[in-house]
């Protein structure tokens, strides 16, 4: 995978140490894995450097009223004053920065593209968590119900999961969010463009993270700890969710952290097609496809580009680190 | 037709307006002057020879004569093709005047305008050497009545003519007779029945439907491969998809045509090239003219707008085009006309005017029909300080209304027009500081008006209080503008263009221009309609379109005429 060879190898290397540094102050103490793969991915600097990013998206998305008041403008209200009226760029160089305009303004109607991109991430952040939350519940619930029932309902599920991996999902995704009506499921406007999208992005992904499961839990049944469960009488509800389920964390984790990225991407694609929220609501996708006009005025596009690219390039290494961390054996 | 009396220059114009008193000379060959070409002759000449390159973002719809519909394929099938008659090659309003081409004059209607007759000039020939008569102007009109192999074409003549009853074509009915609609009496003459009297049939007669056809060459839907040239030129190389070149017509005798230069010994077409190449190689000088007639995209402005040397090499004319939005009285509460008035003085006109591409993309406009048009007054009902609306007559109007606090409609647009969403969004901003929400309703650009906001029951169903629309003139007369999009008996089941005007003293008085010869008065009850659809706020006008044109380098004869809209094809000419 993309992390450094080296790191995961100094790691370890490092490990032996810091518990001979350790055991003069305590005695010798048992680790739980969690613990070690918190150690581990500690000292991934990359993604520690990957999670720092997200907390601060995070806080951005939350925090996107106050910090529009603070350094920016509403996200909806024109400033037309500020630009040309020929040429319908923002006055001034760099497309119109100022310390009032920290990344300048639209062409057009001069909205502050600080404040767009800052209410940007909510809305793409939003619904890749939830979306990706949908297709982690459907995801785990089928791979673990093929995995351990086998025979008929695996043969079932699994067929499935072949139907939605071949579905040519993009085309389907703009079907969908095209003839839906502006008002459906009692909900309107802009909550039912997100649960949509949350809807069409999580639905279609589940299979992805169900193969994982199923083939894991697959794996797990024949363990001897199953098998000692199933002797002491355990029955199938216990064995999944006290057996099995603990064990499947790991790989869950990491392939959400994994599938957010991509969801980002899928939701901006989405709105940059027209189908995803919409207008004026300010999302990358859609910034960026106002922006394709006008590419003669590169920071249009820039600041909505670089915020997707930071977002998904940050999920991405703290996916492979957390990976790195839970799974050390995997892909070295 | 007296089209002299449209030519009243409007106020508000800066484009045409302002430039037509500069006219008395023209440019002087090399030196670049922005709008050099609008209302006047750009670097005139009648040198003949060199290539004129065009270069065009899509490809011709068909560039079979009776297949075709594009304002710029109108404009251009002139080089290889003549009608019974033609617009003048000529600049500004002038270029309005509708000359005789193939024929020898003007249609001679009957009494009761439901019989013209045109006589043919002599010795006109095809490329092959054979003479042009009537019987290949008869044939070509009953060819194109045939929809299903010529589907792109304008209908009037299969809906104006009185075809006999099961008529389908000269396909399909091969050997029937039509006489009852064409009639050839002699090889020079032709005359045409219409079904009810028609004024302005004339103006038909210049579309590329009347350029003839041989009967014997015909090869249905394959003839656009091979045009059989009748005009100054005729195709060389012919690639559908690619590009075709035309070379002079050594059967066309200029003799018999007084109206076209025909400058150029080669013409080359590009067809298909991406629009932000066509604008580069514009400036570059690569290319001289893009035919498409859109302008220059949004991409290049930046780029040409602020460089005095590439802005003197442009012409912004003002267009017979208005963007405007329809208030829908279908939909509560805008079946009270106070709410449709308080959107109307609400509006911020100037954001608008912003969204509609700003001082290049048009003028601010109060009235529905264009200023360059036979009936254009300045309405100023909804006037406001900077054109940025009247919150405090919006209210009023609002609480008159019996809706103090707003109310929510819905605003629909074309997904695809980029301009017509900063429309819409604008309007949402502006309606909002009056209490009115719109929720912003795009839909795709092919259906817009036959399943989507042109559909009244659709329309009803999903409560589009507002829909962002537009229109321009198929021909520069203004019946031809205004019928279309005001008369309420034409409104169908779908496929509208008129989206919310249903006033039945509009109709009757289109009755009244219908039957009247006195041009001056068609053109005050036109009038009189515009206002009462804007009193009425059916209607919101934004913007009377303009397009930014650039001329490549080394044009001769260059300008732009009323009538096309666009650079005349037929005037051009290159240095060598």
Not at chain 2, 39 to 58: R, V
Not at chain 2, 63 to 82: E, Q, V
Not at chain 2, 325 to 337: C, E, F, G, K, Y
Not at chain 2, 358 to 367: A, F, H, K
Request: charged share 20%; net charge negative.
């Amino acid at each position: 995978m993309t992390a450094p060879l080296d790191v995961p190898e100094s790691a370890s290397q490092a490990a032996p140490e810091a518990v001979v540094a350790g055991s003069d102050a305590k005695a010798i103490e048992g680790r739980s894995l969690g613990q070690i793969a918190w150690r581990r991915l500690r000292r991934d600097r990359v993604a520690m450097a990957g999670a720092i990013v997200i907390i601060f998206l995070m806080l951005v998305a939350i925090f996107a009223p106050l910090l529009v008041s603070w350094f920016g403008h509403d996200p909806l209200e024109y400033h037309e004053e500020l630009t040309d009226i020929g040429t319908q760029a923002p006055i001034g160089p760099w497309g119109g920065i100022t310390s009032e305009f920290l990344f300048g303004v639209e062409p057009v109607n001069g909205r502050d593209i600080f404040s767009r991109v800052v209410y940007g991430a909510r809305i793409s952040l939003l619904i890749a968590f939830l979306a990706t939350l949908l297709s982690v519940v459907i995801g785990t619930t089928l791979g673990v119900i093929a995995g351990y029932f086998g025979g008929w309902v695996d043969t079932l599920i699994g067929r499935a999961m072949d139907v939605f991996l071949a579905f040519p999902l993009l085309v389907f995704a703009l079907a969908l969010a095209g003839v839906v009506p502006d008002q459906a499921f009692g909900l309107s406007g802009d909550t039912l463009r997100v649960t949509l999208l949350i809807f069409i992005i999580g639905f279609f992904n589940w299979p992805y993270l169900g193969r994982i499961i199923r083939g894991q839990t697959l794996s797990l049944r024949e363990r001897e700890f199953v098998d000692a469960a199933k002797s002491l009488g355990a029955r199938g509800p216990y064995i999944i969710f006290r057996e099995l389920l603990p064990n499947l964390i790991a790989p869950i984790l990491i392939y959400a952290t994994l599938l957010i990225p991509s969801n980002i991407l899928f939701e901006a694609a989405l709105s940059f097609l027209g189908v995803g929220v919409r207008p004026p609501t300010p999302t990358w996708g859609g910034m960026l496809s106002d922006a394709a006009r006008f590419y003669t005025i590169p920071h249009f596009m820039i600041f909505p580009g670089l915020a997707i690219f930071i977002t998904v390039l940050a999920f991405n290494l703290f996916g492979d680190g957390l990976r790195d961390a839970l799974d050390p054996r995997g892909n070295r | 037709m007296a089209l002299a009396a449209c030519a009243g220059s409007p106020t508000q114009t800066p484009g045409q307006g302002q430039s037509a008193p500069a006219a008395t000379g023209a440019t002087a060959g090399g030196t670049e002057v922005a709008d050099a070409a609008v209302g006047k002759i750009y670097n005139p000449s009648d040198k003949k020879g060199g290539t004129l390159k065009m270069a065009n973002t899509a490809d011709w719809d068909s560039l079979d004569p009776g297949n075709t519909y594009y304002g710029y394929s109108l404009n251009f099938a002139r080089l290889y093709g003549r009608a019974l008659l033609m617009f003048k090659a000529a600049p500004g309003t002038d270029g309005n005047t509708l000359v005789p081409d193939l024929a020898e004059s003007v249609g001679k209607a009957s009494d009761d305008a439901k019989t013209w007759t045109y006589k043919l000039r002599k010795g006109v020939k095809f490329e092959d050497g054979t003479e042009v008569t009537s019987k290949d102007v008869a044939y070509a009109v009953a060819r194109q009545f045939d929809k299903e192999i010529h589907p792109n074409g304008p209908t009037y003549l299969n809906a104006l003519l009185d075809w006999p009853k099961g008529y389908k074509g000269a396909y399909k009915s091969k050997d029937a007779d039509f006489s009852s609609a064409v009639e050839t009496p002699d090889d020079q003459t032709i005359i045409f029945h219409l079904k009810e009297p028609f004024g302005l049939f004339d103006y038909i007669m210049q579309m590329p439907m009347t350029m003839p056809v041989p009967k014997d060459k015909d090869t249905g839907t394959k003839y656009q491969e091979h045009v059989i040239s009748t005009g100054p030129y005729k195709f060389e190389k012919n690639e559908i998809g690619k590009g075709f070149t035309l070379v002079r017509n050594d059967q066309w005798d200029p003799a018999t045509d007084p109206n076209r230069p025909a400058l150029p010994d080669r013409i080359e077409v590009q067809t298909g090239v991406n629009a932000d190449d066509v604008d580069n190689r514009l400036i570059s000088g690569d290319v001289h003219i893009a035919v498409d007639g859109l302008g220059i995209g949004n991409a290049a402005l930046p780029k040409v707008l602020p460089d005095p040397a590439l802005k003197a090499r442009t012409d912004n004319p003002v267009q017979q085009r208005t963007w405007y939005t329809s208030i829908i009285p279908d939909v509560a509460p805008l079946d009270n006309v106070e709410c449709r008035r308080a959107i109307a003085f609400a509006a911020d006109r100037n954001s608008l005017y912003r969204a509609y591409g700003g001082e290049t993309g048009g003028v601010i406009t109060t009235s529905l029909i264009p200023p360059s048009m036979a009936g254009y007054k300045p309405i100023d009902l909804y006037k406001s300080e900077g054109d940025k609306g009247d919150v405090e007559k919006a209210k009023a109007a609002l609480a008159k209304c019996g809706q103090p606090n707003g109310f929510e409609t819905n605003i629909a647009y074309r997904t695809e027009r980029t301009k017509e969403k900063a429309a819409a969004e604008s309007l949402q901003q502006s309606l909002a500081r009056v209490g009115i929400k719109l929720t912003l309703k795009p839909y795709p650009q092919d259906d817009y008006f036959a399943l989507y906001a042109g559909k009244p029951s659709y329309v009803k169903e999903n409560k589009i209080g507002l829909a962002i629309n537009g229109w321009g003139s198929d021909y520069p007369d203004t019946y031809g503008f205004m019928q279309a999009i005001t008369d309420s008996r034409d409104i169908r089941d779908a496929g509208n263009y008129n989206l919310s005007v249903k006033i039945p003293e509009v109709d009757k008085m289109i009755d009244q221009i219908k039957a009247e010869p006195d041009a001056a008065k068609r053109a005050d009850m036109w009038s009189q309609i515009d206002h009462m659809v804007i009193d009425q706020a059916v209607v919101m006008p934004s913007v009377a379109s303009k397009a930014l044109y650039m001329r490549g380098k080394g044009l001769t004869n260059l300008f732009i005429s009323d009538s096309q809209q666009m650079y005349d094809y037929v005037g051009v000419g290159v240095q060598q």
